[in-house]
């Protein structure tokens, strides 16, 4: 079971109780029944941002270090209807199961370097040739120093590599 579906299930159960305690007559001090309403309107909140991740809208995390890519969508950034471009991209992680688990749809900030690099993996996959990539964090390390040092940080530029996916190698038989 997803923990996304519990998380549900769990905040629907105390909502219900919530409104079956308020519902009926009882002589709580007014700091609990507003602190009962705090807490039922901390529960809307939690469900629905677990919504978000249960109807396969993309996500901002960052990815995985070995991925296949399923598909790719990119939009180039256009100055007539005010968009700043998307990359969108629909991967399967290679430590589940070997990249043939379920996808997951993850967005990036449009990087043209990054789209062309997507364009050509996309071709490949039209042909037929299954894509694997790779997400290297180029200033993982610099990052952990500016820390250390209370420098200013900057946000993390990521370089993906995309390359045929190896055969897999059957078992003699």
């Known amino acids: 079971m997803n923990s996304e579906i519990f998380l549900i299930i769990i905040c629907y159960v105390i909502l219900g109780f919530l409104l079956v305690?308020?519902?009926?007559?009882?002589?709580?001090?007014?700091?609990?029944?507003?602190?009962?309403?705090i807490l039922t309107t901390f529960f809307y909140i939690v469900t629905y941002n677990s919504y978000k991740d249960l109807i396969g809208w993309p996500t901002n995390d960052s990815l995985p270090d070995r991925f296949r890519l399923v598909a790719a969508q990119v939009y180039e950034p256009n100055a007539l209807i005010n968009s700043e471009g998307a990359i969108f991209l629909?991967?399967?992680n290679?430590?589940?199961?070997?990249?043939?688990?379920?996808?997951?749809?993850?967005?990036?900030?449009?990087?043209?370097?990054?789209?062309?690099?997507?364009?050509?993996?996309l071709v490949n996959l039209k042909n037929g040739i299954p894509q694997m990539g790779e997400n290297i964090d180029e200033n993982k390390k610099n990052i952990i120093s500016s820390v250390l040092k209370k420098e200013k940080t900057?946000?993390?530029?990521?370089?993906?590599?995309?390359?045929?996916?190896?055969?897999q190698l059957l078992p003699e038989k």
């Open 154 to 167: 900057t946000t993390v530029s990521s370089k993906l590599n995309f390359f045929d996916m190896p055969n």
């Open 94 to 121: 290679m430590d589940d199961l070997a990249g043939l688990s379920t996808p997951r749809s993850y967005s990036l900030e449009y990087n043209k370097e990054v789209h062309e690099r997507i364009s050509k993996a």
């Open 90 to 92: 629909w991967i399967t």
């Open 21 to 37: 305690l308020f519902n009926l007559r009882t002589n709580f001090h007014w700091l609990v029944k507003s602190s009962m309403i």
